[in-house]
């Protein structure tokens, strides 16, 4: 293990073990649930928009390790941010655990690139991206259920 190796895997445990946002979000304006079968991963992602803005975004469910600390940091990275900008940023974030992302681009990422390490194991990458097809999904408006399957 490198020391980015160690430093990755404890934002994880972080995220894991105290998920930020976590909760219902009462007068949300779009919720969607998420489910990834393969692995039992279950989440639900409710988000409250102001004008093309997503002010608000809270999570619940439950999960493993992987798509829990993925929905608690993909609610810390998106909030706040412009409806286009947290769309483009899903789909980097897809890029990264996909394995098709420039290296330098997982600097941008920030936190989230904690995550890229995904990209060697195909039955992960789906607990990592399950909250970002949510997302997805919820800023869409192209339905209330996701499956990875
Ligand atoms: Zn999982």
Redesign the pocket.
Known sequence: MSDLDDLYQEILLDHYRRPRNFGALPGADREVDGH?PL?G?RLHIAVRLEGDRLAEIRFEGS??A??TASASMMTEAVRGLPVAAALSLADRFRALVMGDSPPAAAEELGELAALGGVRAFPMRVK?ATLAWHALRSALTGDGARVSTE
Do not use: L
């Open positions: 990834n692995c991963d999960g493993c992987i798509s607990c």
